[in-house]
């Protein structure tokens, strides 16, 4: 598991400076393409994320949590309790239904320590998925917040990764 993302990691940030590097990561996870992959949602199998080729909220930012402490830079969970039925994009009527029947889940994404302050960090939409509505965070200054694709119910709460 190590080897892969010390490779990719290299390969990422290589010859760019920190600001750079941050970017870069966030938007090799971000284009990482969006899906729910069950046994992805593991702290000991979300590198399988490589390949898959896809994944969602949770195996992306345990990527990006990997990677950036590699880098030196101090990574929280956050995690945002939501609804699916709560998610602004037009489902099918099928895809409505299970939607409004589903159960409040939660969404991660990270808070980083950036220049003394937490950002939130969310790498969870490609930028394919744009073209339902979601937002997607296109052009990331690596110092200011990103959008969540979701629309939290509660109060956010942070978690260290260990």
Known sequence: MTAIINRKLREWAKGKSAAEAR???YEKIRDIPYAIVPELISSKRYVEIFKLGRGSCTPKHFLL???YERLG??????VY?????????DYPPKLRELANSLPISNHLACRVEIEG???LVDATVDLALGRLGLPVNSEWDGLSD???PIEPLGEEQLYHPY
């Open 73 to 78: 830079i101090m990574v929280l969970y956050a």
């Open 146 to 148: 990103t959008l969540l």
């Open 81 to 89: 309790p939501f609804r699916w039925a709560d998610v602004e994009i």
């Open 23 to 25: 970017i870069s990561i």
């Open 65 to 67: 949590s990997s990677m």
């Open 117 to 119: 302050r937490l950002v």
